[in-house]
């Protein structure tokens, strides 16, 4: 077994400590893997990341003088990922920030209290008061950019002062004594982390980035036949509801944020449901496109119990027909890098990868690498969701990296 993409004891740095965002990806393994399994001529291809989450395939792919398209359904992570892609050099942020500091605490940025529902569940009432102090002195400032910088800085004091547990992706609330013992020093840490993030922004000069919110299937459909030369992603394992909660790890944030500073394309009802994100992610709710069939897929469907199959097959036809779709839009020639981990449903394990690749092979898009990777410092909590009467789900530990090359002339 091959583990040369573990990178044990190798921590983010620089741009990729900004913002909370769950399974988060390597950023040396993956800037390893297109160096690896590009060509040269960096500076004249174009990358896509079609499930592009923190967005550290993007910002990696930069570093190589690439083009960069990122997709992804979460407005937390198209706002991270601009403000990761956004060259910084043209605005004097250093001034900007300071005047913002010196004046923060101005009481003028006391109203009009914020609010929303079920706000009280997952936030203390003088915490509330403070991110709302917080939260109109970012909508004072003028420059959208510097703003999404200050949102970004300040889902992370949410993370922290917020009433959920981060022990799991799903939205769990602390016990009273929990949150009765939280120390409110919400306005100092934020300052702090102002000052302090702010040194990692982005400031050299890089081709453009088009960060793109909205369904993987929908924004690729409007992408040219062989326009793409790299895929380089990490997919969803299944469906995010018994999976990765992405969107629930993500929506105090996003109650919070002002998100017409997104994106102009979001629908603001995205963020009335917690679990309406999620439930818009690949296999959550049903479609009308092509279903998948295969021997070895209905092989696993007959493994696993019948109530259990429906959010299975929903999630990978949905896989597949984003498939389809970047075998449509990858170049002769181009290469396709995916990191796939294979979740258990039932207590079986679902063969995604084996089912990615006989997927691309159905596209005439061969399989020309592929090795094990135990993940090691994944952002990602030990337990991941809780069965009934089996308790709480250890999280994945191993995944698999896959590179397939498009032969079809």
């Known amino acids: 077994m091959n583990h040369n993409w573990d990178y044990k004891g190798l921590h983010k740095e620089g741009i990729h400590t900004l913002g909370k965002y769950p399974a988060m990806m390597v950023p040396r393994m993956q800037l390893d893997l297109l160096k690896r399994f590009g060509d040269d001529d960096s500076e004249n291809k174009t990358l896509l990341d079609p499930f592009m989450g923190s967005g550290t395939a993007i910002v990696e792919a930069r570093k190589m003088k690439m083009k960069t398209i990122g997709i992804d359904i979460n407005p937390y992570a198209v706002l991270l990922t601009k403000v990761k892609t956004h060259d910084y050099s043209n605005i004097s942020t250093d001034s900007i920030i300071n005047k913002f500091i010196k004046n923060i605490e101005n009481t003028k940025f006391d109203e009009p209290k914020w609010s929303f529902y079920n706000i009280n569940k997952w936030f203390r009432a003088d915490i509330i008061l403070s991110l709302t102090h917080i939260r109109n002195a970012i909508l004072s400032e003028k420059d959208v950019w510097i703003r999404r910088f200050l949102w970004i800085c300040m889902s992370e004091i949410i993370y922290e002062y917020s009433n959920d547990r981060t022990s799991t992706f799903k939205l769990h609330v602390k016990t009273q004594d929990q949150i009765k013992n939280i120390k409110n020093n919400v306005i100092e840490d934020f300052k702090k982390r ?104 209905d092989c696993y469907l007959e493994s696993i119990d019948k109530k259990k199959r429906e959010k299975v ?97």
Not at 203 to 214: H, L, V
Not at 258 to 265: E, G, H, V
Request: hydrophobic share 30%; net charge positive; proline share 3%.
């Open 194 to 297: 102002v000052v302090k993030k702010s040194k990692v922004l982005c400031k050299e000069k890089y081709p453009s980035s088009m960060i793109c919110f909205g369904d993987t299937y929908n924004v690729c459909e409007s992408l040219k036949n062989k326009s793409v030369d790299i895929i380089c992603t990490s997919p969803p394992y299944g469906d995010n509801a018994t999976t990765v909660t992405y969107g629930q790890a993500s929506i105090l944030f996003l109650k919070w944020i002002n998100i017409d500073d997104i994106d102009n394309d979001i629908d603001p009802e995205i963020l009335n449901q917690y679990s309406r994100i999620d439930r818009l992610s690949l296999g959550g709710e049903k479609k009308n496109e092509e279903k998948y069939r295969s021997k070895l897929f």
């Open 313 to 409: 097959i929903r999630f990978i036809n949905d896989y597949w027909n984003v498939i389809k779709q970047l075998s449509r839009i990858i170049k002769n020639d181009g290469t396709i890098i995916f990191t796939v981990g294979n979740r258990k449903v039932d207590g079986k394990e679902q063969p995604l990868d084996e089912l990615t690749v006989e997927m691309f092979k159905k596209q005439n898009i061969e399989l020309i690498y592929s090795s094990y990777r135990q993940i090691l410092n994944k952002k990602m909590p030990k337990k991941v969701s809780h069965i009934n009467n089996v308790g709480s789900v250890d999280s994945m530990n191993q995944e698999k990296v896959l590179v397939f090359k498009n032969r079809s002339k």
